[in-house]
């Protein structure tokens, strides 16, 4: 009996610890159990124009596109050096000398030069006139005979008046490019200086570079661009830069430079490309104009209507129409629909800030726009799900244009305000476009994202 009951609490035991060890692992198999991937969907959304733009972008870091190395254009003992790395000059600004004691008596030696070869010029003249007015009479018999000079002196005379007047020539020459130079080295343009390599007392010779000199207004960024882009890169083609420190700010820019030779790095083939970026001033400057020409229509009383409306509604006030109608005029400002930079009066460019460089390579402006996830492709056609008034769906044959990594251009099987549907995931957010604003989103300027 006792035997019986030993044994059912053995079984026990061994079926429960079965039971906790399934229990266990159940646990951990459910805890490392991925979750379920978001079911697909499709939704429907209007067909909107908008702008389109196909760019080519990459990194980079601003350099300064103007910096220029002054030199002495003449050897001597430096006096007097006016400036110190870092310091704002202005144009025709004295910034180094050299001791003038020593010029002097250079441009003093060239006078006496000079004067001693017009000296010896003027000799040279006068002997030849002299050899040339020479004859000889001799009488014989009833003949009086006259014979003219010697006509091998005169060939000598008339080469000493040519040698004469090459070294005059040389010695002006020589007393006019000396006058020319200046023991001084002044500012050629407005700029701030980035380094100094002499002071008071050194001893430089002809061409020392003294002082470097940098536009602080003038901007260039070096990018590589791969080379399967290369080919759509023109020279003098547009593009925009964006400061990433300053999000959301762009300026115009254009292309100055492609390199015929390529950067091979890892078997992967780039290009440099270098573009250089539109003055702060310049951009400030057509900021201003859009904001007086925004003044003048707001004072006229041409605001938009729908601006109007909701003014009449009580949707925004009075200031926030104008500020809103200063933003249209500024947009139109922009180079071929892109939105020009707010920049703050204060704000500067420097040296070495991260940029993110979008060439331009197409654009198209108030076309239909779709998603590229609504297109479909069976071979050579391209496809689009139409949603009909009556809730059925009508799979339909559309010609595309352009297209980037967001939106394409639809040039012909569809119209302006007809529904279709996109397939998207349920943890997809919703975009702009679906939204019902006229257009796609602001396009996004992403390191290493390329138009297609």
Same mark, same amino acid.
Request: proline share 5%; net charge negative; aromatic share 4%.
């Given at each position: ?13 061994? &079926? ?63 006096? @007097? ?14 910034? $180094?000398?050299?001791? &003038?004691?020593?010029?002097?008596? #250079? ?19 006068? $002997?030849?006139? %002299? ?23 005169i060939d000598i ?26 023991? @001084? ?18 001893? #430089? ?17 070096? *990018? ?17 830069v964006q400061v ?11 292309? &100055? ?17 270098? #573009?250089?970026?539109?003055?702060? @001033? ?33 949707? *925004?006030?009075?200031?926030? $129409? ?87 251009e639809v040039t ?14 349920? $943890? ?9 604003? %006229? ?14």
């Open positions: 009996m006792r035997m019986k009951v030993l044994m059912k609490k053995k079984v026990f035991r061994i &079926t429960l610890i079965l039971v906790l060890c399934g229990v266990g692992a159940f646990l951990l198999i459910s805890a490392f159990k991925p979750e379920p991937v978001p079911v697909s969907e499709n939704k429907a959304i209007t067909v909107q124009r908008g702008d389109l733009t196909v760019d080519i972008t990459a990194s980079g870091n601003l350099a300064l596109s103007v910096e220029e190395e002054l030199a002495f254009e003449m050897a001597g003992t430096v006096e @007097e050096v006016l400036v110190e790395e870092g310091d704002s000059v202005e144009q025709g600004q004295l910034l $180094a000398k050299l001791d &003038t004691s020593e010029w002097d008596d #250079v441009l003093t030696a060239l006078e006496r030069d000079l004067l001693q070869a017009e000296i010896n010029l003027e000799n040279a003249e006068y $002997a030849l006139d %002299k050899a040339e007015e020479e004859t000889t009479t001799s009488i014989v018999g009833d003949i009086v005979v006259q014979e003219c000079a010697d006509s091998r002196e005379k008339e080469l000493q008046v040519e040698l004469a007047q090459a070294r005059f020539d040389d010695d002006q020459k020589a007393l006019e490019e000396a006058l020319e130079k200046s023991p @001084e080295i002044t500012a050629p343009f407005d700029g701030f200086i980035t380094k100094v390599n002499v002071e008071g007392g050194d001893e #430089v010779l002809t061409g020392m570079v003294a002082v470097k000199l940098a536009d602080p207004n003038k901007f260039e960024a070096d *990018i590589l661009v791969s080379e399967m882009d290369i080919l759509q890169v023109k020279l003098e083609g547009e593009a925009w990433d420190a300053m999000q959301g700010m762009s300026l115009p820019a254009k292309i &100055t430079h492609i390199s015929p030779t390529a950067t091979i790095q890892q078997g992967v083939v780039n290009y440099q490309v270098k #573009v250089e970026v539109q003055s702060l @001033e310049a951009v400030q400057q057509e900021q201003q104009e859009a904001r007086q020409k925004a003044m003048e229509k707001i004072s006229q009383g041409e605001l938009p209507e729908r601006l109007k409306q909701a003014i009449e509604e009580g949707e *925004i006030t009075q200031e926030q $129409a104008e500020e809103k109608m200063e933003q249209i005029q500024q947009k139109q400002v922009g180079q071929q629909g892109q939105k020009p930079a707010m920049i703050p009066e204060d704000f500067q460019l420097r040296e070495g800030l991260t940029v993110t460089v979008s060439i331009i390579v197409d654009e198209r402006h108030n076309v239909l726009l779709v998603p590229n996830s609504a297109i479909i492709t069976e071979g050579q056609q391209t496809y689009i799900q139409v949603l009909s008034p009556d809730g059925t769906i009508e799979q339909r044959a559309i010609t595309t244009g352009i297209s980037n990594w967001q939106y394409t012909s099987g569809l119209s302006e305000a007809e529904e279709i549907i996109v397939p998207q995931s349920s $943890a997809m957010p919703t975009s702009p476009i679906e939204e019902g604003e %006229k257009g796609p989103p602001p396009r996004v300027m992403m390191p290493g994202m390329k138009g297609k």
